[in-house]
């Protein structure tokens, strides 16, 4: 059995190189627009207009002329090239009312005829985006302290149980910083704004993370009394290599899934459905590759302050002598 | 052995039962306010999917200047022109202690449907008698003493902009409002071709408008909605109960206006916080294209688990279909509104239902390998994954109600449909992909026993 474990002084650097520059655009995107991403009228207010047209022909001019009336140079107006030719603008603006709303739709009908049952409008005030904002950072918060909170405690009969613990919640975290970071560097390069269903992403990752987790660490629980003369590296080994296939058919199954949405279903879920896909494969890697690494680096006295936490607790296990 | 027959016995009904209520006739379930049972017929499907109009409605007051009844009373109010309105499948709701959410499912003409219920709709009768130049005061905006006392009672001020009387400087005063109305309809008056509204007042009030009117004839009173002067006609005579208002309204306005006259009007005035407008045909495209997504995902889990795993697989894809019966089932039973978010919720939770039944089947292939009989390794697999199960699911139903909680606020109500789905095919989880999976694999196990022992790889080891 090949031993993983013993490398993971490489996968911790790996995860640095995927985290990093994710944490590096999420600075830049603070410093620059006061946000770690480019966000959408669910957290800043504003309103989308999803245009769709019976016949091609009209232009960005025009449709900056029909707007005029009411809104201003922050308007965004986006050509949507699809397959089937037909004609669809994305146009982002400020909030306007219904009176306001309609006025712009006949404005938009001398140019060109609108097609009503085609259009989508989504409209938000900043005073409502300001308080999904926050929900949603509190939301996040509380997840990962009730989540973290659980795992201690279904983990308390193990001995040291609070690494195990505390190892899931540095996977989860890992995992929580890729898929952010990644919604930060597309929202710099590629205008992906983050809106209400990212945040569903990120949550759902993170209960992914979780998952991934247990399963490997209730494996290791369960290793441990059965191999009891081995060293706690090869037990965590053993467990990784026990489990790969239930992960690996998984993540096969929850990407068959996803690629069907991606291919066959709508445009509105595109940008979730990848983010989701990006945060499951993190999932699985993260346990392999920093969760159960954490545990025997802890249980060896790598991590530099760590050593002490966690080891308060008796823990029947002979410790790790290196070269003995 | 008995047992299991006794739960394919229980899971062949659900099935059945499930298929019942899953039919397009079939009718659901929807829960009366006063106890009793209503028969909805179809699968209620969100905005997103049918098309319609969202919109939420903030009180335009200071907090503390209106109590939760009078935002109850003012919800309650737009419930009454929203159903005036014929829009029987929309809902109005009252949330936190200042805004109501309104969800206009299916609206067809959505710019009347959201000026009808937004508009306060304060209509009054207002003495303009010796008021020079009152013919050309038409959708002018001016104050009166009704107004003026309501501000008061809320602690406001009148806007500055408000005429007043030109000879004193105070608020006109109010002789009727809209409150004194028994009724009020739009009628089409074929001579002048445009359509007026015909009101008949309530009895208390027929008294002091006869008053007025005998003692006003050849002065102009005006009609004020919302501040706005509509017309100021010439009381031509004395005016008893039933009378006419003219405004050059055109047949929605007439029709607006009689309904929000009917309904009365709104206690606290409202603005738009937030709005969501979806095309039908949008809504429908959307439908099918997840539909055929979902079907085809669904497909090839189910093609890849019997490849895979084989017998075993066969059971997990039997289980499947199963679990994904009791969702349709639960969704028109409960019941769960769909929308897309709602339906991504409930293909992730098919991920999950799928990652139980690997769990299991793992643990199976490691038992076999290490030589334990098939009755062993089957209860062993069931028994060591069981505890990996629980806690799993049970971390994803606590984010999940934390999604949901979030989903409350206001402006991310989208949320909400994919945490139910969710924790309601996690919640069914628990239950098809160890009770379920294993009836089937215990009955296919005991059938194939002799084929099963002489050719392991049937159970994917």
Redesign the interface.
């Known amino acids: 059995m090949f031993n993983l474990v013993e490398k993971r002084r490489w996968f911790f650097i790996i995860s640095a190189f995927l985290i990093v520059p994710g944490l590096l655009a999420m600075v830049y995107s603070t410093i620059t627009t006061g946000a770690p991403f480019r966000l959408s009228i ?1 957290f800043v207010g504003g309103s989308i207009y ?1 245009l ?1 047209f019976f016949e091609t022909g009209i232009t960005e001019n025009n449709i900056r002329e029909a707007f005029a009336e009411y809104d201003d140079r922050s308007l965004t107006v986006q050509r949507l090239t699809l397959d089937d030719g037909s004609e669809r603008w994305s146009v982002r603006g400020s909030f306007l ?3 306001q ?2 006025q712009i739709l006949d404005n938009l009908n001398q140019f060109s005829l609108l ?11 900043e ?3 300001a ?2 904002g926050r ?2 950072f ?2 996040v918060l ?2 990962s302290f ?2 973290s909170f ?2 201690i405690i ?1 983990f308390r009969t193990v001995p040291n149980a609070l690494r195990y613990g505390l190892s899931a919640i540095a996977a989860m975290v890992h995992d929580v910083l890729v898929v952010m970071g990644l919604a930060s560097i597309m929202g710099l390069f590629f205008g992906w704004e983050v809106d ?2 990212f ?2 992403a990120v ?2 990752v ?3 993370s ?2 991934d987790s ?2 490997l660490f ?1 494996r290791i629980r ?1 290793n441990i009394p059965q191999y009891l003369g081995e060293p706690y590296e090869t037990i965590v080994n053993r467990s990784i290599w ?2 790969i ?2 992960s690996l ?2 993540q ?3 990407f ?6 991606l ?4 445009e ?2 595109k940008q ?2 990848a983010i ?1 896909f990006i945060g499951l494969v993190s999932g699985t890697y993260s346990s392999i590759f920093t969760a159960a690494p954490l545990l025997v680096a802890w249980e060896k006295g790598e991590l530099p302050f760590m050593s002490r936490i966690g080891g308060l607790l008796p823990s029947p296990l002979p410790l790790e002598n290196d070269g003995v | 052995m008995a047992r299991h027959y006794r739960w394919l016995a229980v899971i062949v009904l659900l099935v059945a039962f499930c298929v019942w209520v899953s039919l397009p006739g079939t009718t659901g379930l929807d829960w009366n306010n006063d106890g009793t049972l209503d028969l909805v017929v179809e699968q209620k499907l969100g905005l997103d999917l049918v098309g319609g109009v969202r919109v939420l409605l903030e009180a335009q007051l200071p907090p503390g200047s209106f109590t939760a009844e009078d935002l109850q009373r003012a919800a309650d109010n737009v419930n009454k022109r929203v159903n005036g309105l014929g829009l029987t499948e929309a809902t109005v709701q009252v949330q936190g202690d200042r805004r109501i959410l309104v969800e206009l499912p299916g609206v067809t003409d959505k710019k009347q449907a959201v000026n009808t219920i937004k508009a306060t709709a304060l209509l009054e009768f207002v003495d303009f008698a010796g008021i020079p130049g009152a013919g050309n005061l038409d959708d002018a905006r001016i104050l009166t003493d009704e107004q003026d006392q309501l501000l008061k009672a809320r602690g406001e001020q009148a806007s500055g902009d408000l005429l007043r009387r030109p000879d004193n400087g105070q608020p006109f005063s109010t002789i009727l409002t809209g409150a004194d109305l028994k009724s009020a309809s739009a009628q089409f008056d074929a001579q002048t071709s445009g359509f007026f509204i015909a009101v008949e007042l309530s009895d208390a009030a027929v008294a002091t408008f006869s008053q007025f009117t005998g003692a006003r004839i050849g002065q102009p009173m005006a009609i004020v909605l919302d501040s706005t002067v509509l017309s100021a006609p010439i009381i031509q005579s004395q005016l008893g109960a039933s009378f006419i208002i003219e405004g050059q309204f055109t047949q929605d306005e007439a029709n607006s206006l009689a309904l929000q006259l009917r309904s009365g009007a709104l206690p606290i005035p409202m603005r738009e916080e937030a709005a969501s407008d979806v095309g039908a045909t949008l809504g429908q495209e959307s439908v099918n294209l997840s539909i055929r997504a979902g079907v085809i995902g669904v497909l090839v889990v189910l093609t890849f688990m019997m490849l895979y795993y084989r017998v075993p697989g066969t059971a997990a894809a039997l289980a499947l279909i199963v679990f994904a019966l009791l969702n349709f089932a639960a969704y028109k039973l409960i019941p769960v509104t769909l929308t897309l978010p709602a339906i991504t919720g409930f293909l992730i939770s098919i991920g999950t239902a799928v990652d139980g039944n690997i769990l299991i089947f793992e643990r199976m292939k490691e038992e076999l390998r290490a030589g334990k009989p098939l009755g062993m390794a089957l209860d062993l697999g069931f028994n060591r994954a069981w505890g990996s199960i629980r806690d799993s699911n049970i971390s994803t139903i606590i984010i999940c109600s934390v999604l949901f909680f979030f989903g409350q606020t206001p402006g991310a109500s989208v949320v909400s449909g994919f945490a139910i789905t969710l924790i309601l095919g996690l919640l069914i989880n628990l239950f098809t992909a160890v009770i379920v999976t294993r009836t089937f694999l215990y009955l296919l196990a005991s059938w194939l026993q002799k084929p099963l022992s002489e050719k392991k790889w049937l159970l994917g080891a």
């Open positions: 669910d999803d769709s009312e219904q009176e709303t309609e097609d009503r049952e085609r259009t989508q409008i989504e409209r938000v005030s005073t409502i985006g308080e999904v929900a949603a509190f939301a509380a997840a009730i989540v659980f795992i279904a209400a269903l945040l569903t949550l759902t993170l209960a992914y979780v998952q247990i399963v209730d369960e026990e489990t296939h239930r058919a998984t096969l199954n929850a068959f899934i996803m690629a069907a949405i291919l066959f279903g709508g509105t879920i979730f459905i989701l």
